[in-house]
């Protein structure tokens, strides 16, 4: 059995990381569909049917460019800065129940990687860590437009950190567990789902994931009409690509946390468990792409004041009113 055991194990990661990966790759296809809808043009069609080729086309096209590192860069952490923000993004994954749990060989088996009865933790510490690999990548290459990114996205992982973690405490009090699983197992109607019982807090968390990925309207570590390419402006080849795969992975992985939490994760009539989870995290991924194509970008000084005046206050409100009618 313990052979057994480790077998299920192996297979859990190979599937879940597998899946995440493919995502990663048509995410930035299904991106650009949608962004040139909206735009009323065309988007990427020739490569293979429809452009379902157009991610490997540009896999084998980032891994084939030159890598080309600054001469005054700080050399060992440049080059590990890129797996510091790829890694915690694919690692928040771990603790993200996507099905309800099946039977194989007579055996129950949790469809989650490792089910801590401290998820909303481990997502918080770990998701909190991919932000040192973009101040250390925009520190090292030792050039003004890739540190100002660095400075900015330090500014605004403090500031929304903040209002996250926070709007998160509502939902707590209400499911009373850390445990992931346990608060998708509560939302087994659509009167206790997290956004009906949590509407702030959802809206809330939502705003504050867009700013975490770093996503439009809060792109401003990037912002390509100010700082070029912010942070990831001196890189190329395989470690840009990194930087690349760990925005759309944090992407992607935020999508599911927030169906777990606030949606019912795979809660759902008729169809299968999975085929649910994956339907809602296609729909907040949607959401995603609509913001980038109809928002424009922030002034920094309304990055900042919305985060520490208009979030913050309203974290702290949704707390005090979900306190309130605890006790009543």
Do not use: C
């Amino acid at each position: 059995m313990v052979l057994l055991d480790y077998i299920i194990m192996i297979a859990k990661v190979l599937v879940i990381f597998g899946g995440l990966m493919g995502m990663v790759a048509y995410m930035t296809l299904f991106e650009r569909r949608m962004v040139a809808f909206i735009q009323t043009r065309k988007g990427p069609n020739r490569v293979g049917f429809e452009g379902l080729l157009q991610p490997i086309a540009d896999a084998i096209k980032l891994l084939s460019k030159e890598d080309v590192t600054p001469v005054n860069a700080n050399r060992i952490i440049f080059n590990l800065a890129p797996v510091l923000t790829f890694v915690p993004a694919l690692l928040t994954i771990a603790v993200v129940p996507v099905a309800d749990n099946v039977s194989l060989f007579g055996k129950e088996i949790r469809m989650v990687i490792s089910d801590m009865n401290i998820g909303i933790l481990f997502i918080l510490a770990v998701a909190s860590m991919g932000i040192y690999g973009v101040i250390l990548g925009g520190w090292s290459a030792n050039s003004k437009y890739p540190l100002l990114g660095g400075l900015r996205a330090s500014a605004q992982m403090i500031s929304y950190e903040v209002s996250l973690g926070l709007a998160l405490v509502g939902l707590l009090m209400v499911a009373g567990t850390f445990s992931l699983t346990e608060i998708v197992e509560q939302q087994d109607s659509i009167l206790k789902l997290g956004i009906v019982r949590q509407p702030l807090g959802f809206i809330l968390f939502s705003i504050a994931v867009l700013a975490e990925t770093n996503r439009i309207p809060f792109d401003l570590p990037e912002a390509e009409a100010e700082l070029v390419g912010g942070y990831n402006t001196e890189y190329s080849g395989m470690k840009f690509a990194m930087f690349f795969m760990a925005e759309y992975a944090h992407i992607i992985t935020t999508s599911m946390v927030v169906t777990t939490l606030y949606l019912g994760g795979w809660q759902g009539p008729i169809l299968p468990p999975v085929i649910w989870f994956l339907i809602k995290v296609v729909f907040i991924l949607f959401a995603f792409v609509w913001i980038r194509g109809t928002l424009p970008r922030f002034r920094y000084d309304q990055l900042m004041r919305f985060g520490w005046l208009v979030m913050l206050p309203l974290a702290l409100l949704n707390i005090f009113v979900t306190g309130v009618i605890l006790a009543i």
